[in-house]
C-alpha cells in the first residue's frame, strides 16, 4: 500500500538555524510528491511539489527539497529559518499513474521556532 | 479572488445525529475533494466530486457521503455519527484537466461530537 511517513513528529530549530525535514514514502513507481504547510487557523498551502525532471525543487517562502530515488525520500530544507515559520508540514504523495489529485498525507511534523 | 470557503467553522454535535458541511472552491475550479485531519494526524481523503459525480473513494463508511451541485459548491453528510468522527474537516479544489498536482484547502470545519 502507499504510505509516506515523517519521522519526526515534532522538530524544535532556532530561529536563523537551518531547517531538514524528513520524507520518506513507499510505492513501486515514483510519484508525485508534496510538501504542504498548515498554519494554526489556516487552510493547507502547498510549499512545492516534484513531478520529474531535476531532483532539487525551489518552493515558496525559501523553501527547497531535494527527491533521492535510491532512498525514497523527499525531505524538506531551509537555510534559514523564521519564527514565522513555525507551523505543522504535511508531505504528501500522488501515485503517478492518477490524475485525481487524490493525496496521501504524512502524519505531520511540528516545527517550533525558538527566538 | 476568494479562495475556497467553508462553512460552518466550528459546530458541535452529539452521537447519532447528523451533520452537513458546506464548500465552495476557488474561482474557476471544478473539482472538489474532501479530507479528515484527526488531531494529531496528517489529512485523510474521502472522497472526490467532479461533474456532479462521485469521482473517487477513500476508506470511509457509508455514512460519509457528499453532493456537488452545478456550481460547483459541495456539502458532506455524516450520518449516525460517532465520537471518532470528531475531526477537522477540509474541503480542497482543483480544475480538471491537465493534473497540476496542486489543491487549494479552504481553513476547515471543526466537528466535535459529544
Known amino acids: 500500500a502507499q504510505s509516506v511517513t515523517q519521522p519526526d513528529i515534532h522538530i524544535t530549530v532556532s530561529e536563523g538555524a537551518s531547517l531538514e525535514l524528513r520524507c520518506n514514502y513507499s510505492?513501486?513507481?515514483?510519484?508525485?510528491l508534496f510538501w504542504y504547510v498548515q498554519s494554526p487557523g489556516q487552510g493547507l498551502q502547498l510549499l512545492l511539489k516534484?513531478?520529474?525532471?531535476?531532483?532539487l525543487v525551489q518552493g515558496i517562502k525559501g523553501f527547497e527539497a531535494e527527491f533521492k530515488r535510491s532512498q525514497s525520500s523527499f525531505n524538506l530544507r531551509k537555510p534559514s529559518v523564521h519564527w514565522s515559520d513555525a507551523a505543522e508540514y504535511f508531505c504528501?504523495?500522488?501515485?503517478?499513474?492518477?490524475?485525481?489529485?487524490?493525496?496521501?498525507f504524512g502524519q505531520g511534523t511540528t516545527l517550533q521556532v525558538k527566538p | 479572488d476568494a479562495g475556497v470557503t467553508q462553512s460552518p467553522t466550528h459546530l458541535i454535535k452529539t452521537r447519532g445525529q447528523q451533520v452537513t458541511l458546506r464548500c465552495s472552491p476557488k474561482?474557476?475550479?471544478?473539482?472538489v475533494s474532501w479530507y479528515q485531519q484527526a488531531l494529531g494526524q496528517g489529512p485523510q481523503f474521502i472522497f472526490q466530486?467532479?461533474?456532479?459525480?462521485?469521482?473517487q473513494r477513500g476508506n470511509f463508511p457509508d455514512r460519509f457521503s457528499g453532493h456537488q451541485f452545478p456550481n460547483y459548491s459541495s456539502e458532506l453528510n455524516v450520518n449516525a455519527l460517532l465520537l471518532g468522527d470528531s475531526a477537522l474537516y477540509l474541503c480542497?479544489?482543483?480544475?480538471?484537466?491537465?493534473?497540476?498536482?496542486?489543491?487549494?484547502f479552504g481553513e476547515g470545519s471543526r466537528l466535535t461530537v459529544l
Open positions: 480542497a479544489s482543483s480544475s480538471t484537466g491537465v493534473f497540476t498536482g496542486e489543491l487549494f
Open positions: 510505492y513501486g513507481a515514483t510519484p508525485y
Open positions: 516534484y513531478f520529474s525532471g531535476d531532483t
Open positions: 504528501a504523495v500522488v501515485p503517478w499513474s492518477s490524475n485525481t489529485g487524490k493525496l496521501i
Open positions: 474561482s474557476g475550479h471544478d473539482t
Open positions: 466530486y467532479y461533474e456532479e459525480e462521485e469521482r
